[in-house]
């Protein structure tokens, strides 16, 4: 059985902090790593996706993937109030199908 | 088209009835997966479609569940004999060719409320 465990929260910071979301896997194959956010009654809407152990960075969003440690990681800077949402992590291992964890609220207060 | 299209964008059923939802992909995808998500729960997979055959159902939680892709493009999910159960939103998605590294888009998803 494929796990994804995300901290539920949800996850208080201040607006202009950094918001750090976590994420543990528990398929040692898997390949691809994916963020998603999903607005409160709207559908999920991808952020990013990791492939390579190590840090990439779009903006203000950074993705941080331990394949060792079965561990990927979004960072979030300079937290804006309209960042308010939950955050998916989703992982795709042998099959195409990606297996996605409860998701992380964060709330970014002004 | 634009994106991922899902109709109804609400559907309240009474239990026992049947209901069809669908979903018009994003046009050139060829790989079309449904999920269901019930409040405050993540992403429930449900069935996964190559073209016009799935070659995994794993995800169907009975035989109520039944879907089918045409003409490589529209899916419609139909579920009989409606539970309050399966009261939750129907997601669809869809990709380019479906493999492992790929970004899937959603659709806007339909409410479904059995009564």
């Known amino acids: 059985q494929k796990e994804v465990e995300q901290n539920s929260g949800p996850l208080s910071v201040p607006e202009g902090a950094i918001a750090s979301l976590n994420c543990t896997y528990s398929d040692r194959v898997s390949q691809s790593f994916f963020w998603y956010r999903q607005y409160s009654g709207k559908s999920p809407e991808l952020i990013m996706s990791?492939?390579?152990?190590g840090d990439k960075e779009d903006g203000r969003f950074t993705a941080q993937l331990n394949k060792a440690s079965q561990y990927v990681s979004l960072l979030i800077r300079d937290s804006q109030p309209s960042d308010s949402a939950t955050y998916l992590c989703a992982v795709t291992g042998g099959s195409y199908i990606p297996t996605f964890g409860r998701g992380t609220s964060l709330i970014v207060h002004p | 088209g634009a994106g991922v299209s899902q109709s109804p964008s609400n559907k309240v059923t009474e239990k026992g009835k049947d209901v069809e939802l669908r979903c018009d992909p994003i046009?050139?995808?060829?790989?079309l997966y449904w999920y269901r998500q019930s409040l405050g729960q993540g992403l429930e997979f449900l069935i996964y479609f190559q073209g016009n055959s799935a070659p995994d159902k794993s995800g169907l939680p009975s035989d109520r569940f039944s879907a089918e892709r045409t003409g490589g493009s529209v899916s419609t999910l139909t579920i009989q004999r409606t539970q309050q159960e399966d009261s939750a939103v129907y997601l669809c998605?869809?990709?380019?060719?479906?493999?492992?590294?790929?970004?899937?888009?959603f659709g806007p998803g339909t409410r479904l409320l059995v009564l």
């Open positions: 990791i492939y390579s152990n």
């Open positions: 046009s050139g995808h060829t790989a």
């Open positions: 998605a869809s990709s380019l060719v479906g493999t492992y590294q790929e970004t899937q888009y």
